[in-house]
């Protein structure tokens, strides 16, 4: 079983930046998929981004493309989202799970608050 924290949320300014952390504890990640996602006052949950722990292949939303990137630390076990140019329509709590090859993701962490006001 997988564990996941995220951190690093807050309140920044339009064309700001913010870095968000999940950690992961448990079972090695080498076969998983970690994804971000995310879920504003009112609507559904969207996926953001997602990163293949061992290859390193990533893949955006469209919404976020050129503005969002996606890492991984091996040695602190930890997947990183670096969001630049945050816009009012990133404000959300944003999420990160796991998924195998195939399967739904799970595991999901307790989420982080983002807020781009003004």
């Known amino acids: 079983q997988v564990q996941l924290k995220e951190s690093g949320g807050g309140l920044v300014q339009p064309g700001g930046s913010l870095r968000l952390s999940c950690a992961a504890s448990?079972?090695?990640?080498?076969?998983?998929?970690i994804g971000w996602f995310r879920q504003a006052p009112g609507k559904e949950r969207e996926f953001v981004a997602r990163?293949?722990?061992?290859?390193?292949?990533?893949y955006y939303a469209d919404s976020v493309k050129g503005r969002f990137t996606i890492s991984r630390d091996n040695s602190e076990n930890t997947v990183y989202l670096q969001m630049d140019s945050l816009e009012p329509e990133d404000t959300a709590v944003y999420s990160c799970?796991?998924?195998?090859?195939?399967?739904?993701?799970?595991?999901w962490g307790q989420g982080t608050q983002v807020t781009v006001s003004s």
């Open positions: 799970a796991v998924a195998s090859p195939g399967q739904s993701y799970g595991s």
């Open positions: 448990g079972r090695t990640l080498r076969t998983y998929y």
């Open positions: 990163i293949h722990w061992s290859s390193g292949s990533t």
